[in-house]
């Protein structure tokens, strides 16, 4: 979400026949709603089973929301937080025309060195990317720790320690699942085309040499014109499978959020040409298409997060995850913790 400009106060008569106040949070309650749902159903095999249950399908998608509805808790938590969900790019593929996107530092502080350089800070553009990158870490975390608690389990002699360990692993599951919407609502937010650029409600101000409305089209686009016309089986069908680029999640994610960016002309012409009208089944193609993407990234980041996790150490001592599966580490001491 932006700032009070991205708040919009009725819905474009293209986009709907009827007027009706709504506030720009992408996708919208429908959208992360099917994005998380559709991702968890995507799940294979090999990730975890409590993953692959109706009840978590239902809880994710309802999680995947959250992120929106945190907002209104106070000026300092909406200041900080509401810039997490966009990204300002330019046409040039930089960030106010700073950090380019297929080389943005690591950390959120050289990135807001970088702005600073340019006369921006991440405030107003935006800092998307890291909310994936961030979400993504902290779910490989989670999972490494619950592959320890469920390993240290079954290896354990001590009564006292199982049932712990099994304790610990049930809080995990549920840390897991909340991580999980979160990270859902991050990845959804990139595949929405408006949320990865400039001309995030309109075209706006600069060279618009074909035209485009300058119409608040953010709103309408992701919240009432989903809602009204996109069929979440329609988006399962258009879910890619799962694909792994060998690259890391930083790399990733730059991809994910360029491929966004590419469709905002797209978009733009789409609109010019009437395709957001009604119902008209160009619009809804493209809207589909959209929410797909952000299903099937999240699909793929849930499972790379479950396999990166096996590599993981945790707690302190630091345990290895792959010493504690194989028998080879009692786990309990790092888990509860020697100070």
């Given amino acids: 979400m932006k700032t009070s400009v991205r708040l919009v106060a009725g819905l474009v008569a293209a986009l709907s026949a009827q007027a009706a ?4 949070l992408a996708w919208g309650n429908t959208g992360h709603r099917l994005i998380g749902r559709l991702a968890i159903q995507k799940l294979p095999a090999d990730v975890p089973a409590f993953l692959r249950t109706p009840l978590t399908v239902s809880k994710v998608g309802e999680l995947a929301r959250e992120p929106d509805r945190w907002k209104g808790a106070g000026k300092t938590h909406d200041n900080d937080l509401d810039p997490g969900h966009f990204l300002d790019l330019g046409d040039d ?4 025309g700073g950090p380019a996107l297929d080389a943005l530092p690591l950390t959120r502080a050289d990135y807001e060195a970088a702005l600073k350089a340019v006369g921006a800070d991440s405030w107003k553009a935006g800092y998307l990317p890291y909310s994936i990158v961030e979400g993504w870490q902290q779910l490989a975390i989670d999972f490494a720790y619950w592959r320890v608690d469920r390993a240290g389990a079954r290896a354990t002699r001590n009564a006292a320690h199982r049932a712990w360990f099994l304790a610990d692993a049930a809080e995990r599951e549920q840390l897991i699942l909340r991580d999980i919407g979160t990270l859902a609502h991050y990845v959804g937010d990139g595949s929405q085309p408006l949320h990865v650029t400039v ?4 075209w706006g101000s600069g060279p618009n ?3 485009y409305t300058q119409d608040k089209v953010h709103g309408p686009f992701e919240g009432a014109f989903v809602h009204d ?3 979440p089986a329609a988006v399962a069908a258009r879910v890619a499978a799962f694909h792994d680029c060998n690259c890391s999640i930083d790399r990733r994610t730059a991809g994910y959020l360029a491929a966004t960016a590419a469709t905002v002309e797209p978009f733009y012409q789409l609109y010019k040409a009437g395709g957001f009208a009604g119902g008209d089944a160009r619009g809804v193609t493209f809207a589909m298409d959209r929410l797909a993407a952000g299903a099937g990234e999240l699909r793929d980041e849930i499972v790379l997060a479950w396999r990166a996790s096996a590599n993981a150490s945790v707690g302190w001592p630091a345990a290895k995850v792959a010493d504690v599966e194989a028998g080879r580490v009692d786990p309990y ?3 509860v913790g020697l100070d």
Wanted: aromatic residues 14%.
């Fill in 333 to 335: 001491d790092s888990l």
């Fill in 209 to 211: 040499p074909n035209g």
């Fill in 93 to 96: 593929g930089k960030v106010f």
């Fill in 229 to 231: 016309y996109v069929k």
């Fill in 21 to 24: 106040a709504t506030q720009a």
């Fill in 199 to 202: 001309h995030y409600n309109g």
